[in-house]
């Protein structure tokens, strides 16, 4: 199924350097069929509620992070009674084309494609194209536990350094057998103690890699995230972001060997109570951000409006941040929030994003849109799993 875009959208067609050009998805959630082109820099998805806006986000979400926020089992974005479901993006990078696939299976493994060739390590995909996505779930990033802020910052660093992904599951898995291990001994086993420090050694030394790259990241998207807060503000609040690792010690000043050892010591004193629960109480896994305006912590600060602008500024610096970094700004994917947004932030969010960065937007409806995202957005229907142009969906075009 294909469809024709609208001319107004063609009129905008400018090339990034990566530049999310198509996507073809098949028995994915309740879309059973469905080519969308993406000529233009923004595209607005305009639809009734479940009708398949943020799967549309979700396929997209899935292509640049190999995960989804909303769900854990790939059985659940299979089209239901299919076995199989396939993503195709056509990205193109420096004028030429690449085609990304990912299979999805309801029961079995995924398998991963560049231009036609199997792909067997994440880490080989993960960086073909990078997103921020910005929805109502990222309020949890002021309102939610220490997980969710550790997960944005886990989602950032594997954006900015794909490898990252292998550190994270090297420490899982160390973490898993340790846990295994303490409940043993909880339940009356008894370790030898060479197994003990063999396991202590190994989560310092995968912990305090991923705690040096934390320390890092929030080191370098603080200034950012203060500026951008500081602009959306008006200037009256300052924005302060601070690691709070369960091990203390100071990123910068420390060499690795220093802080695996203050880790390794914190083990040793905390044993009794982590065979007592029969789990680890040292290490990233533990980790929290600390996000405090005019000093006060941000979750028991100000209004919903308030903790929306702080988040808007998290996106806004990890948007530039990648950008940074990688030398092209990623894509940006804003589920449910413009429509929230005043046009005051809209604004700013606006001429942080121009055209240079391309921009999937969902809404339910368009009332309150900033008129520049409407004269230079293509603007497409989503019914039911399958998307129109907007001109053909509406019985009186939109004026
Ligand atoms: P809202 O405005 O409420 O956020 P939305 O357009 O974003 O709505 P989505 O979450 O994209 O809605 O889509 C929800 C629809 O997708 C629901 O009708 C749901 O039943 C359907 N759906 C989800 N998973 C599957 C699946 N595996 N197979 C078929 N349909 C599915
Ligand atoms: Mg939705």
């Not at 294909?2 to 990566?18: G, L, T």
Request: glycine share 6%.
């Amino acid at each position: 199924m294909h469809f024709p875009v609208s001319s107004h959208a063609q009129a905008e067609d400018r090339r990034n350097p990566v530049y999310l050009r198509s996507l073809h998805l098949r028995h994915f959630r309740n879309y059973g069929d469905q080519i969308i082109t993406l000529p233009s820099p923004k595209t607005i998805l305009l639809g009734d509620n479940a009708q398949g806006k943020t799967n549309l986000l979700e396929a997209v979400e899935l292509l640049t992070t190999l995960k989804s926020r909303r769900c854990s089992r790939d059985h659940e974005l299979v089209q239901t009674s299919h076995g199989h479901a396939q993503i195709t993006a056509t990205v193109d990078r420096l004028a030429v084309s690449h085609d990304l696939i990912l299979d999805l299976r309801s029961t079995g493994r995924r398998s991963l494609r560049v231009n036609g060739y199997p792909v067997r390590r994440q880490v080989d995909f993960l960086g073909q194209v990078n997103a921020v996505m910005f929805s109502s779930l990222d309020l949890q990033l002021v309102r939610g536990g220490p997980e969710v802020r550790r997960d944005w910052l886990d989602d950032v660093l594997i954006q900015l350094e794909p490898v990252y992904v292998d550190l994270l599951e090297t420490y899982r898995r160390i973490l898993k057998q340790r846990n295994a291990l303490l409940k043993t001994e909880r339940e009356g086993g008894s370790l030898s103690s060479a197994e003990v420090t063999t396991w202590d050694h190994e989560l310092a030394h995968a912990g305090t890699r991923l705690m040096r790259r934390r320390a890092r990241l929030i080191e370098r998207i603080h200034p950012l995230a203060h500026h951008w807060h500081q602009a959306i503000s008006g200037g009256q609040e300052a924005l302060t972001l601070r690691y709070k690792p369960q091990v203390p010690f100071s990123p910068l000043s420390q060499d690795p060997s220093a802080i695996q050892a203050t880790f390794w010591a914190e083990m040793q004193a905390k044993r009794p109570a982590e065979i007592a629960l029969g789990t680890s109480l040292v290490g990233p896994h533990r980790d929290d951000l600390e996000m405090q305006i005019n000093q006060v912590a941000a979750r028991s600060y100000g209004s919903q409006g308030q903790q929306r602008t702080l988040v808007l500024a998290l996106k806004l610096a990890e948007l530039e941040l990648i950008e940074q970094v990688q030398g092209d700004p990623p894509l940006l994917l804003l589920d449910d929030v413009l429509a929230e947004l005043d046009l005051h932030r809209q604004d700013h969010l606006l001429n942080a994003i121009q055209d240079r960065v391309q921009t999937l937007v969902t809404t339910t409806h368009l009332g309150s849109f900033d008129a520049r995202w409407l004269q230079s957005a293509q603007i497409l229907q989503v019914r039911q799993g399958q998307i129109y142009p907007a001109a053909a969906a509406f019985p009186h075009p939109l004026d």
